[in-house]
């Protein structure tokens, strides 16, 4: 029966390899996705689907205006074409976010235009700008870890090449000087036993 060898140089030299593999893919994998979150937040891409949204509730609008249907903000409308012109007017007065209410988030006319302007708003973007952030340092973390584990035979040895020197040079220097005390100690021990003997 041959024997099985655990600590070889080769089986050494494969793991490195994987473990190394591995820090990288997960280094790249993580990037890849705090980097698509980061650019999410930035670019914001929905822009051109809210504008297109825009006019056409801008659309209906004017199509409800030529039909002689007024809007005044002051009274009060629960269904009908008066109804839907406030809605439409409102979701679409930049003064104020009429976006974040209910009415308007689940009124079939607003419905979409609400849902693709608020997935674009400032705190969308910094909420994705931010978890991407994290998920880049967090993979960066974790990938150096593992580089850490695979690559510490390597710096152990940098270590040591970088104290060997220092640390020999420093015996060089003590060695005269302790083989001088070791000298005087052995001479005094010399000199006790032979003050017994007397």
Request: aromatic share 10%.
């Amino acid at each position: 029966m041959t024997e099985n060898k655990y600590l070889n140089e080769e089986k050494y030299q494969k793991a490195e390899k994987k473990i190394t593999l591995v820090a990288v893919l997960i280094l790249v994998i993580g990037l890849g996705i705090g980097g698509f979150l980061i650019y999410k937040g930035v670019a914001k891409p929905g822009t051109g689907k809210v504008e297109d949204l825009k006019v056409q509730l801008e659309n209906k609008k004017s199509e409800l205006e030529s039909k002689g249907v007024k809007y005044d903000a002051f009274t009060k409308y629960s269904d009908g074409e008066a109804y839907d012109l406030k809605i439409i007017t409102n979701a679409l007065d930049p003064s104020f976010e009429h976006c974040d209410f209910s009415e308007y988030k689940n009124n079939p006319l607003t419905k979409e235009y609400c849902s693709a302007k608020n997935s674009i708003d400032d705190f969308a973007s910094t909420g994705f700008i931010m978890f991407g952030v994290f998920i880049c340092f967090a993979t960066f973390m974790v990938s150096l870890s593992i580089m850490f584990v695979a690559k510490r035979r390597q710096i152990l040895a940098f270590s040591a090449q970088q104290v060997m020197p220092i640390a020999k040079e420093g015996i060089n220097e003590m060695a005269p000087t302790i083989g001088n005390a070791a000298g005087e100690i052995a001479k005094g021990i010399k000199k006790g036993l032979s003050d017994e003997e007397k």
